[in-house]
């Protein structure tokens, strides 16, 4: 388990995301960068923001590029495969 990073749009409208972070872009789109993956669009993806802030992501989201499959709940990254499994 590995805890997720907030982050949100900086005074240029940037959206930079560290590893293990998550946020809200200035149009209102959620993106991701799960742990040792790329950044990822959530639109097929429902997210809930809880009141402090982080979120929980439903369904399951799949790095595609080989880094594992992850859940995002309460702001709390979670490698539910591990690659090469």
């Not at 805890?3 to 209102?28: A, E, V």
């Not at 993106?31 to 399951?60: F, I, Q």
Request: net charge positive.
């Amino acid at each position: 388990m590995t805890l997720g990073i907030r982050r949100y749009p900086n005074k240029f409208g940037d959206l930079r995301l560290p590893d293990g972070g998550y946020g809200q872009d200035m149009l209102g789109r959620w993106w991701c960068r799960p742990p040792g993956a790329n950044t990822l669009d959530l639109r097929y993806h429902m997210v809930r923001e809880h009141a402090d802030g982080c979120v929980t992501v439903m369904p399951v989201i799949n790095s595609g590029n080989g880094a594992g499959v992850f859940t995002l709940r309460g702001g709390v990254w979670n490698c539910i495969t591990n690659p090469g499994s």
